[in-house]
Each structure stands twice: as structure tokens, then as C-alpha cells.
């Protein structure tokens, strides 16, 4: 159960190398730096990419952690699974691929997420066998949610507005409540300031505002990241988040109306953050459980800049008319 109070994707497949990574195991003597209001300091542009899937791979047997060696044994590597993505999007034969994602773009991370010196088979740790504890039937009530929760736009191109809100450069496809890697553009920034927090995700330019020290509003209406809350824990910002927008609630693969995510950033180093989460919704999950991951510190944020003004759309939008004429004729 979240406490309100304050007292409280890998891919298995045969041998093959990828880049050996250094090992960071966290500092025992660092001592996380504090703002010039007394409290501990995040902030700055982190990098949270990773190849560790959310859920645990049933080839580990349960193991959540595994040394240098298997991993290198069990993980395809990076630059083979960017081929991959190649070989069956941007460089898919034709005549009917439009093209897609090319290597230049695609950054998912080299290695598995590292955590005191192991790489972590899943994100998930509680429960212990690292898989969402879907209710009976829980699955099948997430779809449903998504059914009934529309999300403008359904790819129809009578128009610009039938478009996806990702086609029309408004949402990304990366989650950003909470943070978890994705293809590329795993990028987000924390400032803080004596009230408040902002979280932003760069893909697509979300920025959550998290009230510090107060409580949830009774609103007239959702806001998209939903409302946030948060305050200090020692030495660890705590975030909860609840009252998702409906249009996210339908986008997000886990999200439910009824969620309620806790997050919390510790500073482990001067360069890395120890990140988690934890999912509360009883209409999907038999418990609330709990991932985590390292962040780290990255160059800065790059431009999540789409096609900017929609110059794709004309194209799009001739195409379907092109096919109407051709089934016309």
C-alpha cells in the first residue's frame, strides 16, 4: 500500500558480445549535496536508457540479478538489435515499406541496468519474481479502459486532426509516468525550487509540476501528467501523481484512472541517481509493486523536434487521397 503520509527490454537469445561496460558501485562515503534550501539536490539532466525490460525473462529462473559475464552470454547486443530494428522497419524490402527508424536514431542503452555492481534481469523487484501482478482478469480490463477512453485521433486522414497525436507531433510513444526507456530520447530534467519541482521529460516536451509539501487539489478537471505532490525523505525526493488525464490513461500501457505512482530520485553519486517507482491501482494489479533503475547524467537535452510544424502532413494527407481516387477508379 502506498503511504501518503511522510513516515513511512532485454532479449534473450544465443552468446554474443555487446560493448563491456565499467561498474559503478555506489560510493558508501558520498554524501549527496544539498540546495541552498537545505534540501537534497537532483537536479540536472539525466539519462535513464536501459536494456533492462520492465518484467523479468523466464530464462533467469527468478534470478533479478546477474553478473557481467552471463549477461554478455544471454543479451543480444546493442548494435545487432538496432540491426534488427533496421532490417524489419527502415531497411525493410519493399514495395510496401515506407521506411522507418534508422540506427542514427535508435539509442535503447548498451548494457542492462547496474545496481551495486549486478545488472538487473528486470525492472520490477517486488514482487520477487518480477512480472506485473495482473488481477484474474486484468488484462483484459486494461483493454477495456482503453476502449472506452478515447485518445483524439485514430490515424484517419480525412484530416489533419484524424492523425495520431504522435503522427501530429504532440505525444511521444515514450512512458513519462513513470520514467522508463524507450527506443531513443531517454532524456529528462529535474529543477527545484523551495516550492515546487519540475520533472521534464524532453519526449515530447511533458513537464510535470510537483507541489512541495502540500496536498492534492480538488480539481474541475485533469491535467495531463496529473496532479503531483511531493516532499523529502532523508536524503530522497518522493513524488505521487494521481488524477491522470483520460487521453493518458488511454495512451499509457499500465495506467489506469484509479492509479496512484510514487516516485522517488536518491543521489547515489555525482553522476547517478537511484530511481523508483511504485504502481498502486486495485483495478488492474492483485498488489501494488515496485520498480527501480540508475539514472544517469546526461550531455543535455536533445530536441524532441518531430517533424516540426507537421511538414509530413500534406504528404500524408495526398496519400489517402491518392488510394480514395484509386479505389474510386
Known amino acids: 500500500m502506498i503511504s501518503l503520509n511522510r513516515n513511512y527490454t532485454l532479449i534473450p537469445a544465443a552468446a554474443l558480445a555487446v560493448l563491456s561496460l565499467p561498474i559503478f558501485a555506489q560510493d558508501a562515503s558520498y554524501e549527496a549535496p544539498l540546495t541552498a534550501w537545505g534540501v537534497p539536490d537532483v537536479q540536472g539532466v539525466w539519462n535513464y536508457e536501459t536494456r533492462t525490460g520492465l518484467e523479468r525473462p523466464d530464462e533467469y529462473e ?19 538489435y538496432i540491426a534488427f ?3 524489419t522497419g527502415a ?3 519493399g514495395p510496401q515499406n515506407v521506411g522507418g ?63 495520431t497525436l504522435s503522427d501530429r507531433c504532440l505525444k511521444s510513444f515514450a512512458s513519462t509516468a513513470p520514467f522508463m526507456s524507450s527506443l531513443y530520447n531517454n532524456t529528462m530534467q529535474i529543477v ?7 520533472l521534464l521529460a524532453e519526449m515530447a516536451h511533458d513537464a510535470r509540476i510537483v507541489k512541495i509539501d502540500q496536498e492534492f487539489k480538488d480539481l474541475p478537471y485533469k491535467k495531463w501528467l496529473g496532479d503531483s505532490i511531493g516532499y523529502y525523505e532523508g536524503d530522497t525526493l518522493v513524488v505521487v501523481t494521481r488524477n491522470f488525464n483520460d487521453w493518458q490513461v488511454a ?14 530520485f536518491y543521489r547515489v ?5 537511484h530511481y523508483s517507482f511504485t504502481v498502486e491501482d486495485a483495478d488492474l494489479y492483485t498488489q501494488s509493486w515496485t520498480a527501480e533503475m540508475p539514472i544517469y547524467t546526461a550531455e543535455g537535452l536533445y530536441e524532441y523536434a518531430c517533424h516540426e510544424g507537421n511538414y509530413a502532413m500534406p504528404a500524408i494527407l495526398a496519400g489517402a487521397r491518392r488510394l480514395e481516387m484509386d479505389a474510386a477508379q
Open 192 to 198: 527545484q525550487s523551495p516550492t515546487h519541482v519540475m
Open 269 to 273: 553519486a555525482e553522476d547517478k541517481i
Open 85 to 87: 530494428l533496421e532490417a
Open 101 to 163: 527508424y534508422n540506427g542514427f536514431w535508435i539509442s535503447p542503452g548498451l548494457s542492462l541496468a547496474n545496481m551495486n555492481g549486478m545488472f538487473r534481469t528486470s525492472l520490477i523487484v517486488e514482487p520477487e519474481d518480477g512480472k506485473i501482478p495482473w488481477i484474474e482478469n486484468g488484462r483484459d480490463v486494461r483493454r477495456q479502459q482503453q476502449s472506452e477512453l478515447e485518445i483524439m485521433g485514430f490515424a484517419d486522414s480525412d484530416g489533419p486532426e484524424g492523425r
Open 62 to 80: 527468478g534470478a533479478l540479478e546477474i553478473d557481467e559475464a552471463t549477461m554478455l552470454e544471454t543479451m543480444v547486443s546493442t548494435p545487432d
Open 251 to 264: 495512451k499509457e500501457r499500465l495506467m489506469s484512472p484509479n492509479l496512484t505512482l510514487m516516485e522517488k
Open 91 to 93: 531497411e525493410a524490402p
